[in-house]
């Protein structure tokens, strides 16, 4: 009778155990892309024949966790690194996890997030942009550089996401840029963006600013309205932002995508124009795209892209002319 009761005993305790956190359930995965292509890219009378990473998609590879708390609560983590395939050498030439590299908790509340990661002004621009948002083909990538561009990812972020509220998300980030001095404030980046997203409709609204070191430089602000429209057999992108600082921007881009089977063509444009404080044009960029991809797998694909891209300065000058055409192959893994 005493050893069925210390048996049942040890079973309860045994239970108790294995169902606490200590042994809650967790996965560690390995991500990436590897992407190259050859091609040629002409700057204005050069012309140069390259094997270059990351036409499509940017290369890197990642590891991913995530563990079950229990009670709808998830810690989350992510390291990111990016990678110029076609050399072996680092995509940021430093740091090791130069894309992302964030610890998150996730529940019912939504989700918070501490580290380098992109910024909720990124998630729309990324996510509405011309060719698939393709790193080297979409048009964006050059015309809205006209007058300096935003960044993308930021150190120090402190991020929260919202849950989804019948179609309605909302996210924001602050980065602490931790170089503050004696005389001089510290560095900062604020972004947000609201989003409603159901069926075939998307539309958002993204901000970002960047406050530089101290208080006398101007801090560069965007202002993005952007969408989509996917009918299935084509989808429709478009988006138009404001940016002021230094200069002022105006700008907008449109894009559209079909499928045919396991192909599918993208094109795009994009348009800027940067104006002084004072009113006076200083520069102008215009870009055209066009990509083809064909899926071999779900995880290999071909593909095919143009880019061309001019701007110029108040004079009418060139600044930049570039062409720029590749063939490839990207791997997800």
Same mark, same amino acid.
């Given at each position: 009778?005493?050893?069925?009761?210390?048996?049942?005993? +040890?079973?309860?305790?045994?239970?108790?155990?294995?169902? $606490?956190? #200590? %042994? /809650?359930?967790? !996965?560690?995965?390995?991500?990436?892309?590897a992407d190259?292509?050859?091609?040629?890219?002409?700057?204005?009378?050069?012309?140069?024949t390259v094997v270059n990473s990351s036409a499509l998609n940017s290369?890197?590879?990642?590891?991913?966790?995530?563990?079950?708390?229990?009670?709808?609560?998830?810690?989350?983590?992510?390291?990111?690194?990016?990678?110029?395939?076609?050399?072996?050498?680092?995509?940021?030439?430093?740091?090791?996890?130069?894309?992302?590299?964030?610890?998150?908790?996730?529940?019912?509340?939504?989700?918070?997030?501490?580290?380098?990661?992109?910024?909720?002004?990124?998630? +729309?621009?990324?996510?509405?942009?011309?060719?698939?948002? $393709?790193? #080297? %083909? /979409?048009?964006? !990538?050059?015309?809205?550089?006209?007058?300096?561009?935003?960044t993308n990812r930021i150190n120090n972020q402190l991020y929260y996401t919202s849950p989804n509220f019948g179609g309605v998300t909302a996210a924001v980030g602050y980065g602490f840029g931790?170089?503050?001095?004696?005389?001089?404030?510290?560095?900062?980046?604020l972004s947000l963006n609201v989003k409603y997203a159901n069926g075939p409709f998307t539309i958002a609204f993204a901000h970002q600013k960047e406050d530089p070191v101290g208080s006398t430089?101007?801090?560069?602000?965007?202002?993005?309205?952007?969408?989509?429209?996917?009918?299935?057999?084509?989808?429709?992108?478009?988006?138009?932002?404001q940016a002021s600082g230094p200069d002022k921007e105006k700008e907008y881009q449109v894009g559209v995508e079909a499928p045919f089977g396991a192909a599918r063509v993208f094109a795009g444009y994009a348009n800027s124009k940067a104006k002084s404080n004072a009113g006076a044009t200083t520069e102008k960029g215009r870009a055209f795209s066009l990509l083809a991809t064909y899926d071999l797998s779900k995880r290999t694909a071909l593909y095919a892209g143009?880019?061309?891209?001019?701007?110029?300065?108040?004079?009418g000058v060139k600044t930049a002319d570039t062409q720029t055409f590749g063939v490839g192959v990207r791997h997800r893994f």
């Open positions: 009778m005493k050893i069925a009761r210390s048996v049942t005993y +040890i079973a309860s305790a045994a239970s108790l155990l294995f169902s $606490s956190p #200590l %042994f /809650a359930q967790s !996965s560690v995965t390995l991500f990436g892309v190259a292509y050859v091609g040629s890219i002409k700057n204005g009378s050069l012309r140069n290369t890197r590879w990642g590891l991913r966790g995530v563990e079950d708390l229990g009670g709808g609560l998830k810690a989350s983590f992510v390291l990111e690194s990016g990678v110029n395939i076609d050399n072996g050498t680092s995509a940021s030439g430093g740091a090791l996890f130069s894309r992302q590299a964030y610890v998150g908790l996730g529940g019912g509340f939504g989700e918070v997030r501490m580290g380098r990661q992109y910024s909720a002004y990124d998630e +729309i621009r990324g996510g509405t942009n011309n060719t698939s948002d $393709s790193s #080297l %083909f /979409a048009s964006t !990538s050059g015309a809205w550089a006209a007058g300096g561009d935003y931790e170089d503050k001095t004696a005389t001089l404030s510290a560095s900062s980046t430089p101007v801090a560069t602000k965007y202002n993005m309205l952007a969408g989509s429209v996917d009918l299935k057999f084509v989808k429709f992108v478009g988006g138009y932002n143009i880019n061309d891209t001019e701007r110029k300065n108040a004079a």
